[in-house]
Each structure stands twice: as C-alpha cells, then as structure tokens.
C-alpha cells in the first residue's frame, strides 16, 4: 500500500486527485464521502473520502486477462484525516494483480502503476 501524508486539506486533495486522474485520461467510476454520508445523520466525522478510479478499455483489458480480478476493479484512492494529517493511501494495481499470477495481469498492472504514480503525484509533496 502506497501511503504518504500531504499538507493539503481533504477538500484540496480530493480537488488536486480529480484534476490528476483527467489529465491522465483516466475516470472516476465512483467518488465515496464518508464524512457527507455520516453528516446525513447527524454525525460529524474526520474526513475520509474514497475514489474509485478505471477506465473501460482497461477493464475489459482486464477481463480478457484475468476473468476473477474484475472483483477488484476499480482501483481506489484513499483520502483521509489522521488526527492532524491527511494522508492519501493507495493500493499499486501492480499489488492488486499480483494474487491473480497472470503474466498479461501483471502487465496491465505496470501500465496501470505509471498512471497512478502520476495521479498521486498531483498530492504528494504537497
């Protein structure tokens, strides 16, 4: 897992994600907000909000390769507050494929590694 703490709020890195995963052509399947689902009842929360990130052409990539893994996409992104940092977490698709021991899986999972570093690389260091 590909953890880094970031000196953006939730909000901007959620923000500065988004504008990576465009620019790198990818999509964003669904976008999970844990803390506006507990604010609908009444609860407040740290922030923790997660991205689910693909793209059909790679999911039917997938699906050729490796039937069974089209379990574990899309890939997520991990945002959320850890007492005073905000910390972005990500699972390498490299490391999802890998259980599934498929020579063209792994494949995808190396393209699919360069567009992510990109993708985080809109957050980290920052």
Known sequence: MKTFTTTLTA??????????????N???????????????MGKEV???????V?????AIRVWVACKPAG??????????EDGDDVK??????????????SSDLNEIGVELDGIFEKI???VAGK
């Open 11 to 24: 909000d901007e890195a959620i923000n500065a994600l988004l504008a990576g995963i465009e620019s790198e």
């Open 26 to 40: 990818m999509r964003v399947v669904a976008h999970i907000n844990g803390q506006a689902n507990a604010a609908k």
């Open 46 to 52: 740290p922030a923790d909000q997660i991205l689910e």
């Open 54 to 58: 693909f793209r059909p052409d790679f």
């Open 71 to 80: 379990h574990d996409i899309p890939l997520r992104i991990h945002v959320y």
């Open 88 to 101: 972005v977490a990500c699972r390498m698709p490299t490391e999802v494929f890998a259980p599934f021991d």
């Open 120 to 122: 985080l690389s809109s």
